[in-house]
């Protein structure tokens, strides 16, 4: 087998100078921090940015979402170096979680009249705004994140205010047609697709405890929902991320309410079962495990503590199994978004 190494990113959020932090994966999905990069923009300076994605990559680019700077900044990548390219404002306030889909981008700005805004990603790395890119989205909205379906068709935002999810159609990146339907459960947060367009959301029930839950969607059309199984409760907390391993046999949530991990089985319909309702654990029954990511090639997972301020590993077993392969340090208590290579 010829060995792969990859990199992980994860972004300090800081309130002065927000960072990109970068660390080299070794072939055993061991992480080895390699240094940092400034974004040249803002975060929040707070813990907890309750979002998923507010980082992005594609191809040879990476893009990350500066809340407290109101814009996003756009690196060129290799195995090696990250260089920035420009910041480009993100057409709205407090943008949280930014998705990217062959040459376009959509912004998730979460602050004072939340919206979507569109942006086409040129050879370049230069990020051109979109003619009449931008949607709105319901007056009161509380939306969590932003995200392409696999076909690039339908944009699909989960709104926590309103217990519901707002989809839109896609035409050459443009937004042409738009639905709202209700989520199965309360206060959705993190979704993922699985390659066949089968959705998967995670349900933080309002922070009570215990209540935490997922439901799957099957995606019909553009922007058109069909709720297949859910709400599916794990007996945990404050259920926030979501990612699908790469056979999409398996969906693997971070519980932020007490550090741990669950998994459910994606069957061949698109429905969804519990598997394991502590399936992996980082620091047992305390608060603080965010976003997470899967490795390219689908053999290490990954996910932010950021309470105790560290990455936790794990190798991914054929049978979705979890096998802790250590952590790394260093990070500030702010660090918000993670993506891996």
């Known amino acids: 087998m010829n060995e792969q190494h990859g990199t992980l990113y994860v972004q300090t ?3 002065v100078l927000n960072e990109v932090v970068a660390f080299r994966r070794a072939p055993d999905g061991r992480l080895e921090r390699r240094g940092a990069v400034a974004t040249g923009g803002r975060g929040s300076g707070k813990p907890h940015l ?4 507010s980082i992005a990559l594609r191809n040879g680019w990476m893009l990350v979402a500066n809340v407290g700077s109101d814009d996003v900044s756009v690196f060129a990548r290799d195995d090696e170096t990250l260089t920035l ?37 040129g050879e370049d790395g230069r990020l051109v705004r979109l003619p009449d890119g931008t949607a709105a989205l319901p007056a009161g909205s509380d939306p969590a994140q932003v995200a392409f379906s696999p ?7 989960t709104d926590r205010a309103s217990d519901s999810i707002h989809a839109y159609a896609l035409e050459r ?7 709202t339907h209700p ?15 089968t959705l998967v959301v995670t349900e933080a029930a309002g922070a009570q405890i215990g209540k935490a839950s997922a439901s799957s969607y099957a995606l019909e059309s553009p922007a058109r929902l069909r ?44 429905k969804i079962e519990l598997r394991d309702a502590v399936a992996a654990t980082t620091v047992d029954g305390q608060p603080g495990l965010r976003d997470e990511a899967l490795s390219r090639d689908g053999r290490f997972l990954y996910a932010l503590h950021a309470d105790s301020r560290r990455v936790y590993g794990w190798e991914v077993g054929d049978d979705g199994s979890l096998s802790p392969i250590g952590s790394v340090d260093g990070l500030p208590a702010t660090a918000a978004g993670i993506a891996a290579s």
């Open 151 to 157: 076909d690039g068709r339908t944009l699909v935002v």
């Open 227 to 270: 709720a297949l199984a859910g709400p599916v409760g794990n007996t945990r907390s404050e259920v926030c991320w979501a990612v699908v391993s790469r056979d999409g046999r398996y969906v693997f949530v971070t519980n932020f309410g007490d550090g741990t991990i669950s998994t459910y089985a994606i069957a061949d319909d698109g």
């Open 50 to 53: 309750a979002s998923q994605g």
């Open 173 to 179: 990146g443009r937004v042409v047609g738009a639905a």
């Open 183 to 197: 989520s199965s459960g309360a206060t959705p947060y993190g979704f993922d697709f699985r390659p066949d367009g």
């Open 85 to 121: 390219v420009e910041r480009v404002a993100s057409g709205g306030s407090e943008p949280t979680s930014v998705a990217v889909h062959d040459t376009f981008a959509y912004v998730l700005n979460a602050g004072g009249e939340p919206n979507v805004t569109g942006f086409e990603l």
């Open 13 to 15: 959020n800081d309130g």
